[in-house]
């Protein structure tokens, strides 16, 4: 029997990254080498062989993100792993993959920075180059895994996500989750549905490579299927060719947009702990959370009425849902490891009616769970 | 029978070139190559990066893929790797190519990636309205090098054989037909194929430099190139100055692919 399919299996972020990909078809992975992010490229490229995929170490972040992009064109799933400064390389190809509607997927371990920052060390600071890193308006997908678990999930989701709807999805784990290792039970994990891009049925003279389906997202052919077409990153009509023509460059970016909007149902995840009745919630992500968690029950002990609201997709940002969470509490807390980029986003769905409290690290050290335990008992929380 | 049509994309039309350019030769040559060797429009994907020459892509009845500035090769070496059986033909300028994409090409020669990759190189950038490249000649005046260029530019031709390509050749668009075997010559080599075509550029480059009509131009090009064969038989002080032309270059050598799999077998 071999270790793929044990039941249960000791499992390390970065490797269960790696292993999701395999099992939701992935075949092909180009990447840079880059701390903490490595072992998923030193895996894939033991995974990919035997499974028939290939592997491909690039010589930058930019190229490696274009031949994914190149692959999925050509109708092979594709991923890349970078972090922090590599992640920064490749916005220019998150752009282009989104306007050009090509599925691929992106994992950011993030590390402290900013530029080339504490390159072994765990931060949270990417959150926002996730949403907005490349330039002009586009949808945006991060989903972000707090346990090994978690990372396989995710990663299965990311791929789906991805394949759905024709745009770049982004996994951003920390380097705290991308290290650590944990007993993962594969029974479930290993049946995971595993979604493929939906291709054209019409002969290939009638197909308009970029007319929307119902669902506002265009059926794809693979390059070399007898369906020939234009691909560019310039604004383009539904033939793919470049238009500068203001009505069908603004139909086409607010479909874009809206395409997670209205896919919004199966996309956007959120994990509630003690919610109900809480007094104080605190909005915590990636390995935050379990520090959160264990913090929210240690003050469940000492009386306080204390919850946690987890959002698993970052981007669409989970507003309603943690607008609906929040509604009853007096008090919101943000723990994250940097200066406070989802506060914003969390006190913009709040609202002024009350101030969003943080306990926030941008140290290279994890928020551990007595910060966030003196942050929900309204303390000053000194770090150290 | 060839005919040109048949290849190009009629209702993109009219093309976006600007009259005199000699981008349009580069494509004429590139469809006759692979008229002859009957290749189909569906086993070919053109890739392309940004600026003029890059816009070729567009016209062309292919799977094609205009991609970001610079970064076409990285682009079509997953293509390639993706779908082996397919021709991948890289269309890219002398900015796109040898400035920010620099890093690609090297190292699409040096894996030796089975791809075909056309330089045009017409030493400036005209997208953006006439900027020094890489490849601007000592002294030639652009908006950003108003009294004469002043940095060495690269031989794109002898870059490329350093960093590994199997075949590296170089055409000129006074000589279409000789330019259509060279890409038939390049499309044949297994492995990675470069191609630098000089190019002219009437609307910023000769109109800055004074070099006359678009014809002048492309007379000039003649005076400045020595065939490759006929260079062996000539003394140095003839060949100073100009640029060989022809195949510069060809050693093949196992394809990026082959080699892959052999590696993981």
Known sequence: ?384 | MFDFREYLRMEMFPHMLCPGCGHGIVLGALLRAIHSLKLTKDEIVVVSGIGCSSRLAGYVDFNTLHTTHGRPLAFATGIKLARPELTVIVITGDGDGLSIGGNHLIHAARRNVGLTCLLLNNQIYGMTGGQFAPTTQIGRVSTTSPKGQYETPFDSCKLAEAAGASFVARGITYEPSALEKLIVAGIENKGFSFLEVVSDCPEFFGRFNKLGNPADQILMQKQNVVDVEAAAALPAERLRGKMLTGILHHEPRPEYGAVYAESVA
């Open chain 1, 1 to 384: 029997m071999g270790a793929a399919t044990k039941t249960v299996q000791l499992l390390q972020g970065n490797a269960a990254c790696a292993r999701a990909a395999l099992a939701a078809g992935c075949r092909f992975y180009a990447g840079y080498p880059i701390s903490p992010s490595s072992e998923i490229a030193e895996v894939m490229v033991r995974l990919l062989p035997p499974a028939g995929g290939k592997f491909i170490q690039m010589e930058d972040e930019i190229a490696s993100l274009g031949a994914v992009i190149g692959a999925s064109l050509a109708g092979v799933k594709g991923m890349t792993a970078t972090s922090g400064p590599g992640f920064s390389l490749m916005q220019e190809h998150i752009g282009y993959a989104c306007y050009a509607e090509v599925p691929c997927v992106i994992v950011n371990v993030m590390r402290g920075g900013p530029s080339t920052g504490l390159p072994t060390l765990p931060a949270q600071g990417d959150v926002m180059q996730a949403r907005w890193g490349t330039h002009g308006d586009h949808p945006a997908i991060a989903l972000c895994p707090s346990t090994p678990a978690e990372v396989y999930e995710l990663t299965v989701l990311a791929f789906n996500l991805s394949e759905r709807l024709r745009t770049p999805v982004i996994l951003l784990m920390d380097e705290v989750v991308a290290h650590m290792y944990e007993k993962v039970d594969m029974r479930r994990l290993a049946n995971l549905p595993v979604e493929n891009r939906a291709r054209p049925t019409c002969a290939p003279g009638r197909h308009a490579a970029f007319t929307p389906g119902e669902d506002g997202v265009p059926v794809m052919a693979p390059f070399g299927d007898g369906y020939r077409y234009h691909v560019t990153g310039l604004a383009h009509d539904d033939r793919g060719y470049p238009t500068q023509d203001p009505k069908l460059v603004a139909a086409t970016n607010r479909r874009l947009q809206e395409k997670t909007e209205r896919n919004r149902d199966g996309l956007v995840r959120y994990e509630l702990l003690d919610t109900q009745d809480a007094e104080v919630i605190v909005f915590a992500y990636g390995i935050v959370a379990a520090a959160a968690r264990r913090a929210v029950r240690e003050a469940r002990k000492q009386g306080i009425r204390a919850g946690l609201f987890r959002p698993i997709t970052l981007w669409p940002f989970p507003g309603e849902e943690l607008a609906a969470a929040c509604a009853g509490a007096a008090r919101v807390v943000v723990a994250e490891m940097n200066l406070g980029q989802m506060t914003g986003e969390v006190q913009r769905v709040i609202g002024r009616s009350k101030d969003v409290e943080t306990c926030l690290k941008a140290d290279g050290e994890a928020i551990s769970p007595e910060e966030i335990l003196l942050a929900i008992a309204g303390k000053e929380v000194r770090h150290v």
